[in-house]
């Protein structure tokens, strides 16, 4: 597979504590890839290696099977967790010379910044300095100037936080867009749930390390709680003598007297051997396997139990 | 455009285009015009008459009271109590009373007036009955006034520097002073203004949030120094705009009102040698005196003494040396901290040096090619303003070459420095840094 970037054993240290032992990362080219883990887990760390804010203490980066080189912050796109704009200065003025900084040209800056601003009905604030904005606002000039120079790889630290539920939206559909156009995206967020459908690709970090990586249906795969969830009614033996060794009952709830049951199925059996021993002894409402989500698999491979488990 | 000329544009547009700087321009020099004018036209306004009866019962002193430019005598052979009602009839404004026992008890004298007495007017007053009263006295005991003539032994002393080459200058301290001082203190200004605004500039991308996003793009150091560059060319733009508009409004002046500009010299130095000097022999000293005493006059052989194309390459070279040593340092600071409030801390030990060396400059100015001045001339924490007190009074080529060489190790070594705290602290929020946090950081980077 063709990679857009790649890290390599990378191994940050600070003062005080290791961010980051021996990560290593691919992210494929025109993919989504969520960089997951929880608060602390060294995701920031790794995000400003990338963006050459910070170097790393061992391992390298390839962007485009390069070595990282400063001439490659033109190819990034980089939206931090800790964002802001100057307050005081015109949103225009600030979106021109933001990009600029990221090497586009005056009036192409100019022209390209003309239409998003029109795309996001930002035209009548050009003038206006960024603190008479809502934050809402704001954050939608900030995406407009991370996407501007048209990056080959967009990094978004934790995006959704703050944003309301129309802008999610909104960001998420020009993102879709973005990809569609040819780029590669490195979702960073904690909130595991919110990317899980966006993302194809992703890898978890806890306490520094890599734990996991990998296609996000290979990895959903992999991870096969083999847990099903059925609601039966008029249950003729007691559950205990329906479901025989070949599979373990988790939990078992009443209500307006029907039951719901969470049953693990053991070893080489299947679902229809479930389903064969339940048909026999009681009415079968509903049937479904519950999939882990991307928190259940982390936690999973955290503490080595599901939380579905009970 | 480079990226950090792209800064620097940046740093300096949005600067010059507040109001507060616009403001600021054009006041400065109305303000610096208005010291420089105002004197002069108030001097002008108060010239208003203040009228003096004398009434001498002695009847020996009566010619000796000479009109200066604004306090008028007049004699009056009547007693002093038709004097008094005189004044209340609004002709004079005081009254003089020598009694005839004046000259035996000198403490009857009486200036009687409705107002308040015009201090002036009292100075002048008892300046010639001083004299009168010892030159009578003088004459009583025997002593010839042609002797006493002969005795008076005016001293000036011309002070001649002799320089390497053997040149003959001579020497005006008091300008060299007040030039020495006015530039230090420009500079001690200049840094402080300045400085902390690169301060509250790294602090408001800090707190706004807006640095990660910027340093993606370019280089923290390239940052930094675009910031200091961009303040700095702010202030001295700033500063050339005063120097021009301040020299514009005064020649203004000049042309408009000549009069306000001629100095006189103080007249009353020369009743006291009415009495031993002929009419001729008055004026020919009064041009003399004129000559060499006019502040004006004096002010201008200073100059002529100094030398002002070193004076002003140092001043330039250490009013930017300084302020890029200094403005690094802000620049640290200002990453170090979250809010303003906890940049005391930090600010102390960088504002010391800098007001320490405000302090010395006035004992350096009393012995400006002493030990003190030296060292502290060369320690690129103080040079800028010691130095610049020091050049006026003539500093070798080699000294100045030293302290300058040093002043630039100093920046070079205060930058480094800051872009190592810079670059760890602009990302660090939440907790206070320690000093043992700085030198953490300053180790590690």
């Known amino acids: 597979m063709e990679y857009l970037l790649r890290a390599e054993h990378v191994t940050k240290e600070y ?12 992210v494929p080219e025109q993919s989504i890839f969520g960089l997951l883990g929880p608060n602390g887990a060294g995701k920031t760390t790794l995000i400003r290696i990338i963006n050459q804010i910070i170097g790393a203490d061992e391992g390298s980066i390839w962007f485009n099977n390069e070595v990282l080189k400063p001439k490659h912050v033109h190819e990034i796109g980089y939206l931090p967790e800790e964002r802001g704009l100057y307050k005081k200065m015109k949103v225009g003025e600030q979106a021109l010379y933001l990009t600029r900084l990221k090497g586009l040209k005056g009036h192409e800056a100019r022209k390209k910044l003309k239409e998003w601003f029109e795309r996001f009905e930002l035209t009548p604030w050009w003038d206006k300095k960024v603190e008479e904005l809502s934050k809402g606002m704001q954050q939608k000039v900030q995406f407009i100037i991370t996407v501007l120079h048209n990056p080959r790889l967009l990094i978004f630290d934790e995006p959704f936080s703050g944003f309301d539920p129309i802008n999610v939206n909104i960001l998420k559909e020009e993102i879709l867009n973005l990809r569609r156009n040819g780029s590669t995206i490195i979702f960073s967020t904690h909130n595991m749930g919110s990317v899980e459908e966006l993302c194809d690709n992703i890898a978890l970090i806890n306490k520094s390390e890599k734990i996991l990586e990998g296609e996000v249906h290979q990895i959903k795969k992999a ?88 | ?83 008094i009602e005189f004044m209340h009839e609004d002709r004079f404004d005081a009254v003089l009373h020598i009694p005839e026992i004046a000259f035996e008890a000198p403490s009857s004298l009486r200036l009687f007036s409705e107002k308040s007495v015009n201090f002036n007017a009292k100075l002048l007053v008892e300046r010639i009955l001083q004299t009168e009263f010892e030159s009578l006295k003088l004459g009583h005991a025997g002593i010839d006034k042609e002797i006493l003539k002969a005795i008076e032994t005016p001293i000036n002393i011309q002070a001649i520097r002799i320089k390497d080459d053997g040149e003959l200058i001579t020497d005006y301290p008091e300008v060299s002073m007040g030039l020495g001082f006015v530039s230090g203190f420009l500079i001690y200004i200049f840094i402080f203004l300045f400085g902390s605004q690169v301060l509250r500039g790294v602090l408001e991308e800090k707190t706004s949030r807006i640095v990660e996003i910027i340093v993606s793009s370019v280089k923290p150091f390239q940052l930094m120094m675009g910031k200091i560059v961009g303040v700095g060319m702010v202030g001295l733009t700033q500063f050339l705009i005063w120097i021009v508009l301040t020299f514009a409004i005064v020649t203004t002046f000049q042309v408009i009102m000549p009069d306000l500009f001629r100095f006189t010299p103080d007249e009353q130095v020369f009743v006291t040698s009415t009495q031993v000097l002929s009419a001729e022999e008055m004026e020919k000293q009064k041009e003399q005196i004129q000559q060499f005493d006019t502040t004006a006059g004096q002010i201008m052989q200073g100059l002529s003494a100094i030398n002002f194309p070193v004076m002003i390459f140092s001043f330039i070279f250490y009013f930017l040396g300084g302020y890029l040593l200094y403005a690094a340092l802000f620049a640290a600071i200002g990453s170090a901290v979250d809010n303003e409030a906890d940049t005391q801390q930090f600010m102390l030990p960088v504002t010391i040096p800098l007001l320490l060396s405000i302090i010395m400059a006035q004992m350096v100015i009393s012995n400006p090619s002493g030990p003190v001045a030296l060292w502290l001339s060369m320690i690129p924490l103080t040079s800028p303003v010691i130095m610049m007190v020091r050049i006026p009074f003539g500093v070798s ?42 030198w953490k950081w300053i180790r590690h980077a």
Do not use: C, W
């Open chain 2, 397 to 438: 080529y080699e000294e100045i070459a030293l302290s300058a060489g040093l002043l630039v190790i100093g920046f070079i070594f205060t930058t480094m420095l800051a872009a190592r705290i810079y670059r760890t602290g602009i990302l660090m929020y939440g907790k206070k840094t320690s000093y043992r946090e700085l």
């Open chain 1, 15 to 26: 003062a005080r504590h290791r961010a980051l032992s021996n990560v290593s990362m691919h």
């Open chain 1, 223 to 310: 991870f096969k709680s083999m847990i099903y969830e059925a609601e039966v009614d008029q249950l003729q033996k007691p559950l205990t003598e329906i479901l025989d060794r070949r599979f373990t009952l988790i939990r078992s709830e009443k209500q307006n007297g029907i039951m719901t049951i969470r049953v693990q199925i053991n070893g080489h059996s299947t679902t229809n051997d479930l389903i064969e021993a339940l048909l026999p002894a009681a009415q079968v409402l509903s049937f479904k396997e519950l999939t882990p989500s991307m928190n259940d698999i982390f936690i999973k491979k955290v503490t080595g139990k599901f939380p579905l488990e009970k």
């Open chain 2, 1 to 83: 455009m480079s990226k950090t000329a792209t800064i620097i544009k940046r740093e300096f547009l949005s600067r010059v285009k507040k109001r507060s700087f616009i403001v600021m321009t054009i006041l400065g020099p109305l303000l610096m015009a208005a010291i420089i004018i105002v004197p002069a036209v108030v001097a002008q306004l108060s010239d208003s008459d203040y009228n003096i009866a004398i009434v001498d019962d002695t009847r020996l002193f009566y010619d000796r009271f000479d009109d200066t430019n604004n306090i008028l005598f007049t004699p009056l052979s009547t007693n002093i109590d038709r004097a």
